[in-house]
């Protein structure tokens, strides 16, 4: 009995061992890659359904990635739920406004396209290391800016 327990104690103290280091390498200086990541804002106009402001959608689909993408980025498709909401100086104008940065992306071509009442809006953008894209998209109009 003896000896299981000094196993067990033995045990936890290196569970733990194990767990501090890791936490510790998880709250480094950020030279782990987070430098290199890239997040685009997306910007959404539309109007008000039935006098309500709906979450809008936004796809983000890869065309043509660079190769090796910082660790922690995504190369995959994905979406980005956009709150809306009715701007102060809206006045009586049904309009919705949302603002909301993507997870991390890899460089590359990237499809967003966000499905508005209007219909659904699309456009490519090349996505780089080192720059704050921000995409635009306005219901009404074909393309994203």
Do not use: H
Request: aromatic share 4%.
């Amino acid at each position: 009995m003896q000896i299981s327990l000094s196993l067990a104690r033995r045990a936890v103290f290196g569970a733990a061992a194990v767990a501090a280091v890791l936490m510790t390498g998880a709250c480094g200086d950020g030279s782990g890659g987070d430098d290199n990541l890239i997040y685009v804002t997306l910007k959404v106009d539309s109007i008000t359904q039935e006098g309500k402001c709906d979450i809008v959608s936004v796809r983000a689909t890869p065309k043509n990635l660079l190769p090796d993408p910082p660790k922690l980025s995504n190369s995959r498709m994905f979406y980005t739920e956009v709150e809306m909401s009715t701007p102060a100086d809206a006045g009586d104008q049904p309009i919705c406004r949302g603002e909301k940065q993507t997870i991390p992306m890899a460089s590359g071509a990237w499809e967003l396209k966000a499905l508005l009442p209007s219909g659904p809006v699309a456009c490519e953008r090349e996505v780089k290391i080192g720059d704050q894209l921000t995409v635009s998209f306005k219901d009404g109009e074909a393309s994203c800016t």
